[in-house]
Nanobody, 122 residues
């Protein structure tokens, strides 16, 4: 029942900006950490940014000062504001969330969005 739906990807010129959104829906008891990963062609998936339920953040060194992760707990949504984009940022970006769904017990699971393409090119 739980799913993550992300949006906001597209084609931008170097130096441009994009804002990614990821909304969690379904029978959700709570959401712990949320984050964004990316995977470029021929590369392994890497963590871009993460944010805890309390708002603490971590960023990959390659995006510090350019990207900002935030969340709206009332909407179960996480955002990634990407500024000063570089061609090296081109990748498929995936939303990730650790979620406790409603169930007989309350185990936690990692959920993934479907991925959204970000292409930075002139």
């Amino acid at each position: 029942q739980v799913q993550l739906v992300e949006s906001g990807g597209g084609l931008v010129q170097p130096g441009g900006s994009l804002r990614l959104s990821c909304a969690a829906s379904g029978s959700i008891f709570s959401i712990n950490a949320m984050g964004w990963y990316r995977q470029a062609p021929g590369k392994q998936r890497e963590l871009v940014a993460a944010i805890t339920s309390g708002g603490s953040t971590n960023y990959a060194d390659s995006v510090k000062g350019r990207f900002t992760i935030s969340r709206d707990n009332a909407k179960n949504t996480v955002y990634l504001q990407m500024n000063s984009l570089k061609p090296e940022d081109t990748a498929v970006y995936y939303c990730n969330a650790e979620i406790v769904p409603y169930s007989g017990s309350y185990p936690k699971y990692d959920y993934w969005g479907q991925g959204t393409q970000v292409t930075v090119s002139s």
